[in-house]
């Protein structure tokens, strides 16, 4: 099949290069008797990221939003340190799955060469692949001091999170991440069947806008694990909230990096992991 080429991120994003979804007949067993349904089912496709000609990781993904993955993906496991290091992006559909190829900044390359990888990832794996206790705790940056989110706005936040999950209220199988301004309004939504790769392309879709971390929170379907403290810690994102519960390693991480993690996140109940750095504190 010919290339998707793109002349900006923005636009090899727009359109998905496979559906998101697929219709799919199935049967359905009742205390009453047996249906023939049609069931709408998450699309799982390999993505394999690819640097200056050089693939790096293959992913599981829903495939949508390939553009905002690539680039969330490269910013939060420090490949790139800005977008603007990324100058060229092409999704390429081939049998086997599709191809992200990216041109990206010789001094960054040098970088990514030596953190190199080349593995097949799975569906919720984030750190497969690295071939060191080092490389799997990497450096996380100091977050700067802000204001906590009111647990009004969470509220308001988790309650807007359902409606907007397109492909998840058809399939139920998508995990989401968002991002809310202060007051609790989600400005920003992505799905993907992996829970990292869902906030990869929350993030790369915050950077191609030029969104200010610090003017808002993240709001994560899924559980709070070290991976998703570290993709939001190396982008600046100051409060994470989680539906599900985190695990030890990602609460210590928080603390030590000065994120603000919200677990559990419920109407009526919000449970409070780590404290981040407020604004005029120590």
């Known amino acids: 099949m010919q ?10 994003g727009a359109a998905p290069v496979a559906a998101p979804l697929e219709r799919v007949a199935a ?21 394999a990221l690819v640097y200056n ?20 993906f490269s910013l939060s496991e420090g490949i790139l340190r800005r977008p603007s290091e990324m100058s060229e992006l ?27 990888r080349n593995l097949a990832g799975r569906t919720g794996c984030g750190i497969c692949g690295v071939d060191s206790l080092e490389a799997a705790l990497r450096q996380l940056p100091q977050l ?29 199988s998508v995990h989401a991440a968002a991002w809310a301004d202060m007051q609790g309004e989600i400005k920003m939504l992505r799905e993907d069947v992996g829970r990292h790769n869902a906030l990869d392309k929350l993030i790369g879709a915050m950077a191609e806008a030029s969104i200010d971390p610090a003017g808002g929170f993240a709001v994560i379907t899924s559980r709070c694990s070290m991976e998703m403290v570290q993709k939001s810690v190396t982008i600046g994102i100051p409060t994470l909230v989680a539906i599900s519960a985190p695990t030890t390693l990602a609460i210590k991480l928080a603390q030590d990096s000065g994120l603000r993690m919200i677990a559990l996140a419920r109407a009526d109940s919000l449970t409070v992991y780590a404290e981040g750095r407020a604004e005029g504190g120590q």
Do not use: C, W, Y
């Open 144 to 172: 700067s001091p802000s204001t906590a989110p009111s647990s009004e706005a969470i509220r308001r936040a988790l309650a807007a999170l359902p409606p907007a999950q397109r492909i998840n209220s058809e399939t139920h």
């Open 27 to 47: 049967r359905r067993l009742l205390a009453s008797g047996e249906v023939a349904t049609i069931e709408s089912v998450a699309a799982e496709v390999p993505v």
């Open 90 to 116: 092409e999704n390429v559909e081939l049998a086997s799955g599709i191809e992200v190829r990216m041109a990206i900044d010789r001094r960054r390359a040098a970088v990514f060469d030596i953190r190199r």
């Open 3 to 12: 290339p998707n080429k793109a002349s900006t991120l923005a636009d090899a």
């Open 53 to 72: 000609g050089t693939s790096h990781v293959v992913m599981m993904a829903t495939p949508q939003d390939l553009a905002d993955f690539a680039l969330g």
